[in-house]
């Protein structure tokens, strides 16, 4: 069975970091891709980051600069540190745990409960 367990979230202002860990097990988690999602009320679902097994990161651009995602396959752990952190950063933030077909990730359906971030002004 598949669990991703979200940690990390909170309340900052605008300007802060956080840094969001996601813990995988049931998965093969060194062969596994691992993606950063968020939603925000009203809004879709949106990949943030993902990386895959080998290391190779893909970012949204308002992530860019900004947001660095890291594993650590002895921990079967994901971060995503986010700094200079802004209101339409708000949202709850989920894992994936995805494949990696040709240094890509691509999502499965399997997700975390989420962690909500929540940035004031």
């Known amino acids: 069975q598949v669990q991703l367990v979200e940690s990390g979230g909170g309340s900052v202002q605008a300007g802060g970091a956080l840094r969001l860990s996601c813990a995988a097990s049931?998965?093969?988690?060194?062969?596994?891709?691992m993606g950063w999602y968020r939603q925000a009320p009203g809004k879709q679902r949106e990949l943030v980051a993902a990386?895959?097994?080998?290391?190779?990161?893909q970012y949204v651009d308002s992530a860019k600069g900004r947001f660095t995602i890291s594993r650590d396959n002895a921990k079967n752990t994901v971060y995503l540190q986010m700094s200079s952190l802004k209101p339409e950063d708000t949202a709850v933030y989920y894992c994936?745990?995805?494949?990696?077909?040709?240094?890509?990730?691509?999502?499965?359906?399997?997700w975390g409960q989420g962690t909500q971030v929540t940035i004031s002004s």
């Open positions: 990386i895959t097994s080998g290391g190779s990161t």
């Open positions: 049931g998965v093969i988690f060194s062969a596994s891709a």
């Open positions: 994936n745990a995805g494949v990696d077909r040709s240094s890509y990730y691509y999502p499965r359906d399997y």
